[in-house]
């Protein structure tokens, strides 16, 4: 047998079958070293009777919801004779389509993709060398904690939910400095990870906003995703987050009449409403593919029929509408007053298949950075924030990088408590709901395109969207 093994990944206790001598056996160099188990199963595999044979580890019930955390192929068992020019298999597959997917394995010499693992596995994998393996899929940016708005639901600056706070991390007001911006930019660009802002604050607040969009943009950072209440969205602020390279924005509106957007905003609904619609004829005469979403809360006294006015009168014009259940913090945890019976059938068959419940995938695909510099990892620390004193960060942007914060051992040590379910000391995972939100329907309604979760439904326009994403939105309003 040809060893192809540039890394040293091969665990030393494998003995290598004497009938496979004209095989190779190849190792990318993902510098992941392989469990023993894995390779064992390449070897089974080709004594029941595959020619060819690659190995890439999924994460049970999150690859059947098409949520797995993205892992690139691992190893490859196949005949010498495939072998040509002594090119290794992967960059040949890479030449071949210019990504290695099943359908491109199963086209190039009939590869067999083996996935599944055991525990033992999926421990060895999703925690202690995911953070090698895979890169966050976005980075949540809060720039600051401070809003112009009191909206009556916020957990972070609502006039009374302040007074339950157990922390004094609202109190003061805390800004993410520039220096710590420009390497947000930089180390996001160099990585190609998008950034949301907006996830506890009024990000237009912070007066580097515009300035850290561009360098974002400029830096490599593929997408930039704000979401604002819109108030502070006049012309010129609107003209420079377009040109700045803006890719797209949710603007929280949550009412159709004036007086309930008084009511849950305290503010002026015409003002948002008008610089929406400015927004959106700014972008299209600057012919910037932004895609544009409002939002809706359904907080209580809020009638159904308005929420169908507000869904109707913005696919008219916006490219989509995000309809949101209200959560409150109950019982140490989010909870949702109602959740959407849609996805009930789904999330049955989920929870039977895994048992109870399958790993939470947000710690694989994300990372909140605060202004401070700590790090958090989903949207239940973010909300508890306010309520949590005992709430651990996982790392301090001040003194490491992001990469030594995703690839360290606090979180490896989350994903692995999370493979195991062992959360009884997790005060944000042991009674949290929200990883439910991970089952997703998808459907078609009178030409729009829905995708609804326990906690969401998104409505948009697939032809919009398309447009937007080529470059080429001309939508009217």
């Known amino acids: 047998m040809i060893i192809k093994d540039s890394q040293k990944m091969l665990p030393s206790q ?38 060819a044979v690659a190995f890439r580890p999924f994460i049970p019930i999150a690859s059947d919801l098409g949520l797995c955390p993205h892992y690139p192929t691992l190893a490859y068992l196949y005949p010498q004779k495939l072998n040509h020019n002594d090119e290794d298999i992967e960059k040949q597959l890479l030449q071949k389509s210019g990504k290695i997917t099943q359908n491109t394995l199963d086209a190039f010499n009939q590869f067999t993709l083996i996935s599944q693992i055991d525990i ?10 995911y953070g090698i393996a895979a890169k966050p899929s976005y980075i949540r940016v809060a720039v600051s904690n401070t809003c112009n708005l009191k909206c009556v639901m916020c957990p972070y600056h609502s006039t009374s939910l302040k007074l339950t706070h157990t922390t004094d991390f609202f109190k003061s007001n805390k800004e993410m ?47 930039v995703h704000l979401t604002t209440n819109g108030q502070l969205l006049n012309e010129n602020r609107a003209r420079s987050l377009l040109k700045a390279g803006l890719t797209s924005i949710d603007i929280s509106i949550d009412a159709a009449d004036p007086d309930t957007y008084l009511k849950i905003r305290g503010a002026d609904l015409k003002r948002v409403e008008t ?35 507000f869904r109707e009168r913005w696919l008219a014009k916006a490219d989509g509408v995000f309809i949101n259940n209200v959560a409150q913090y109950k019982e140490n945890n989010t909870r949702l007053d109602k959740t959407n019976e849609t996805v009930q059938a789904s999330l049955k068959h989920y929870l039977k298949e895994a048992q109870g419940r399958w790993p939470c995938l947000f710690p694989f695909t994300e990372m909140a950075v605060l202004p401070d510099g700590r790090i958090y ?26 990469q030594e914060i995703w690839h360290g051992e606090l979180f490896k040590q989350l994903r692995r408590d ?7 000391y997790r005060s944000a995972c042991k009674s949290c709901k929200l990883w439910m939100a991970q089952v997703l329907s998808r459907e078609s309604k009178n030409g729009l395109e829905v995708m609804t979760s326990t906690v969401t439904e998104i409505y948009h326009s697939g032809f919009r969207q398309q447009r937007t994403e080529n470059g080429e939105q001309k939508s009217s309003n």
């Not at 850290?212 to 950072?221: A, D, N, Y």
């Not at 990892?377 to 992001?402: A, I, K, M, P």
Request: glycine share 6%.
């Open 14 to 51: 494998i003995k290598f079958e004497g009938e496979m001598g004209n095989m190779i056996l190849e190792i990318p160099p993902h510098n992941i070293p392989l469990h023993p188990k894995s390779i064992e199963k390449l070897f089974a595999t080709i004594k029941s009777g595959e020619q």
């Open 120 to 129: 033992e596995e999926q421990l060895h994998y999703f925690g202690d060398f």
């Open 177 to 223: 400095s520039w220096e710590m911006m420009e390497r947000l930019a930089r180390d996001c660009g160099e990585a190609k990870i998008m950034i949301i802002l907006g996830n506890i604050e009024e990000p237009m607040l912070h007066p580097n906003l515009i300035k850290f969009v561009e360098l974002c943009r400029q830096k490599g950072v593929p997408g």
């Open 275 to 309: 610089n929406v619609f400015n927004f959106l004829k700014l972008r299209d005469e600057l012919d910037v593919p932004c895609y544009v979403r409002t939002s809706f809360v359904r907080n209580q006294n809020v009638t159904l029929d308005e929420e169908e006015r």
């Open 377 to 402: 990892y989903c949207v239940e620390t973010l909300f508890r924030l306010g309520f949590d004193r005992t709430l651990e960060s996982l790392g301090d942007y001040n003194q490491q990088t992001l």
């Open 418 to 424: 999370l493979l195991l379910n062992q959360l009884e």
